[in-house]
Nanobody, 116 residues
Framework: QVQLVESGGGLVQAGGSLRLSCAPS????????MGWYRQAPGKQRELVAS???????NYADSVKGRFTISRDNAKNTVYLQMNSLKPEDTAVYYC??????????WGQGTQVTVSS
């Protein structure tokens, strides 16, 4: 089964930056929307940002102006540039891709820890 593989997580001080990347382990056809979700301990998974095939983006209010999502359609790869990180951004970040047939793919998650 095809999965998404995330990379780029780690430990950073508050105010720092990280860049997450996500690519499929195999072929996924007709991807429409790709996005990043996060889940902090004791909290529900929430949408951080998403981007459609045409480039339309959507951000959670908590990350607007600090995070930027982008994608390379030729490589089915999605990126999340995270600037001005805060301790409350600490979470496991998951990559998601949904195709035109509404099949959803997930990654295993990558830990992002922001120290104060």
């Amino acid at each position: 089964q095809v999965q998404l593989v995330e990379s780029g997580g780690g430990l950073v001080q508050a105010g720092g930056s990280l860049r997450l990347s996500c690519a499929p382990s195999g072929s996924i056809f007709s991807i429409h929307t790709m996005g990043w979700y996060r889940q902090a301990p004791g909290k529900q998974r929430e949408l951080v940002a998403s981007i459609t095939h045409s480039g339309s983006t959507n951000y959670a209010d908590s990350v607007k102006g600090r995070f930027t999502i982008s994608r390379d359609n030729a490589k089915n790869t999605v990126y999340l540039q995270m600037n001005s990180l805060k301790p409350e951004d600490t979470a496991v970040y998951y990559c998601n891709a949904m195709n035109y047939y509404r099949t959803s793919y997930w990654g295993q998650g990558t830990q992002v820890t922001v120290s104060s």
